[in-house]
């Protein structure tokens, strides 16, 4: 079982940066798969990015849509996830939420594969 806590959303100007963490319990979260997704008004909740390790090899996906401007990444020794934010867009904001799952089969991009969800954390940009 583990427990995720996002943290770091607000409201920034377009252009500006935002850094998300996702804090999460557990002594296992290295074996986790972790994601971020989000989920703006009246929309389903989308995919943003991934981020698993398989040995001593890390695999990363993002979404088209913030590829070059996102980037996650992961402290295992702090059990903690961020997603740091640059170049945003008013189309980024949303509610942002952190995921995990156990197992490696299936498709990253889906949120019904994911076990494990925080409680979101809000992020709006002004145009």
């Known amino acids: 079982q583990v427990q995720l806590v996002e943290s770091g959303g607000g409201l920034v100007q377009a252009g500006g940066s935002l850094r998300l963490s996702c804090a999460a319990s557990?002594?296992?979260?290295?074996?986790?798969?972790m994601g971020w997704f989000r989920q703006a008004p009246g929309k389903d909740r989308e995919f943003v990015a991934a981020?698993?390790?398989?040995?001593?090899?890390?695999?990363?996906e993002y979404a088209d849509s913030v590829k070059g401007r996102f980037a996650i990444s992961r402290d295992n020794a702090k059990n903690t996830m961020y997603l740091q934010m640059n170049s945003l867009k008013p189309e980024d904001t949303a509610v942002y939420y952190c995921?995990?799952?156990?197992?490696?089969?299936?498709?990253?991009?889906?949120?019904?594969?994911?076990?494990?969800w925080g409680q979101g954390t809000q992020v709006t940009v002004s145009s």
């Open positions: 557990g002594r296992t979260f290295s074996n986790y798969v």
């Open positions: 981020i698993r390790r398989r040995g001593i090899t890390t695999y990363i």
């Open positions: 995921a995990g799952r156990t197992d490696y089969s299936g498709s990253y991009y889906t949120s019904d594969n994911y076990n494990y």
